[in-house]
């Protein structure tokens, strides 16, 4: 039931979805394509690069820095190599005019997160809530299991620093903090499908 739960609450389908050639990868968060005539760039929203982590600390080096965002790359090739083209949803538009998007190839935002290839950016107010919680599950599942960079010691320093977009994650258990995601995303479903899932709890204890 929680998994059907989940998987019901993820981007809507009303959004429309956008396409272009894929011309460069510039960051761990920034594509450029190729739309229309006109290339541009777009940011996959709710993923941070690790230069803006632990900025203040400086316990990572610069250096190592890049090389994780190398193989951040690195992977994001891999996983688009073949595609001509690539569709995504545009979440948010900042006053600056940056585009902030989902992709749909490979599902890649949550995908990279998962894949221990990106952190997340706690503070990204273009991505949904539920969205965010996901992407946060995602994190906490690569680190645990040290999928992808996960298994680098630097990487760990990165984000466990104080002020870093997982600091929160130590003050709960992963128990906790799963029932905390299931009831806040209940709680948003409309009262009929509240009062449904109610009573599919409670047949199936």
Same mark, same amino acid.
């Given at each position: 039931?929680?998994k059907?739960l989940?998987?019901?609450?993820?981007?809507?389908?009303?959004?429309?979805a956008?396409?272009?050639?894929?011309?460069d %990868?510039?960051?761990?968060n920034i594509?450029?394509?190729?739309?229309?005539?006109?290339?541009?760039?777009?940011?996959?929203?709710?993923?941070? %690069?690790f230069a803006?982590?632990?900025?203040?600390?400086?316990?990572?080096?610069?250096?190592?820095?890049?090389?994780?965002?190398?193989?951040?790359?690195?992977?994001m090739?891999k996983?688009?190599?073949d595609q001509?083209? %690539?569709k995504?949803?545009?979440v948010d538009?900042?006053?600056?005019?940056?585009?902030?998007?989902?992709?749909?190839n490979?599902e890649?935002n949550?995908?990279?997160?998962?894949?221990?290839?990106?952190?997340?950016?706690?503070?990204?107010?273009?991505?949904?809530?539920?969205?965010?919680?996901?992407?946060s599950?995602a994190m906490?599942y690569?680190r645990?299991k040290?999928?992808?960079?996960?298994?680098?010691?630097?990487?760990?320093?990165?984000?466990?620093m104080?002020?870093?977009?997982s600091?929160h994650?130590?003050t709960?258990?992963?128990?906790?903090?799963?029932?905390?995601?299931?009831k806040?995303?209940?709680?948003?479903l409309?009262?009929?499908?509240?009062i449904?899932?109610?009573?599919?709890?409670?047949?199936?204890?």
């Amino acid at each position: 039931m929680k998994k059907i739960l989940l998987s019901g609450l993820i981007l809507s389908a009303t959004l429309f979805a956008n396409s272009g050639k894929l011309v460069d %990868i510039v960051s761990e968060n920034i594509l450029k394509v190729e739309a229309n005539g006109k290339i541009e760039k777009i940011h996959l929203a709710g993923i941070n %690069i690790f230069a803006n982590a632990d900025y203040k600390n400086l316990q990572v080096s610069f250096q190592t820095k890049d090389q994780l965002k190398k193989s951040s790359i690195a992977y994001m090739n891999k996983l688009l190599k073949d595609q001509k083209n %690539i569709k995504y949803h545009i979440v948010d538009i900042t006053k600056n005019g940056v585009k902030k998007v989902w992709l749909e190839n490979h599902e890649l935002n949550y995908k990279l997160v998962r894949d221990g290839y990106a952190i997340v950016n706690e503070k990204d107010i273009s991505v949904p809530s539920k969205l965010k919680m996901r992407l946060s599950r995602a994190m906490d599942y690569a680190r645990d299991k040290k999928i992808g960079l996960w298994g680098n010691t630097n990487l760990v320093s990165l984000v466990n620093m104080p002020n870093s977009c997982s600091t929160h994650i130590k003050t709960i258990s992963k128990e906790e903090r799963k029932d905390e995601i299931l009831k806040a995303q209940i709680n948003s479903l409309p009262k009929s499908a509240r009062i449904f899932l109610d009573r599919k709890f409670v047949a199936s204890k």
